[in-house]
């Protein structure tokens, strides 16, 4: 089992930033990936970034240059620049182990509003 617990969601105005965290707790050991996903009322969760245990990343085409993603051994963190409105949602830390398990945070609200 894995245990997320994310923080740093808020409200920010247009071109500002953020930086969202999450602490993982329990059998770090089994971590694979981490990422972090976002879904906002009537859509479905999409992946933000992801960042493997060699620290290649992926990201999402409409964050590319905007958002960087990093981790260490029990965090993963998600650096958001030249935030935009169609931001806006509410972002959750997952975890993918060698189990293969998924674990997944209980969300953050980031709201990129004027």
């Known amino acids: 089992q894995v245990q997320l617990e994310e923080a740093g969601g808020g409200l920010v105005q247009p071109g500002g930033s953020l930086r969202l965290s999450c602490a993982a707790s329990?059998?770090?050991?089994?971590?694979?990936?981490m990422g972090w996903f976002r879904q906002v009322p009537g859509k479905q969760r999409e992946l933000v970034a992801r960042?493997?245990?060699?620290?290649s990343t992926a990201y999402a085409d409409s964050v590319k240059g905007r958002f960087t993603i990093s981790r260490d051994s029990a965090m993963v963190w998600l650096q958001m620049t030249s935030l935009k409105v169609e931001d806006t949602a509410v972002y959750y830390c997952?975890?993918?182990?060698?189990?293969?398990?998924?674990?997944w945070g209980q969300g953050t609200q980031v709201t990129v509003s004027s």
């Open positions: 960042i493997w245990p060699g620290g």
């Open positions: 329990g059998r770090l050991f089994q971590v694979y990936t």
């Open positions: 997952n975890v993918i182990t060698y189990g293969p398990s998924e674990y």
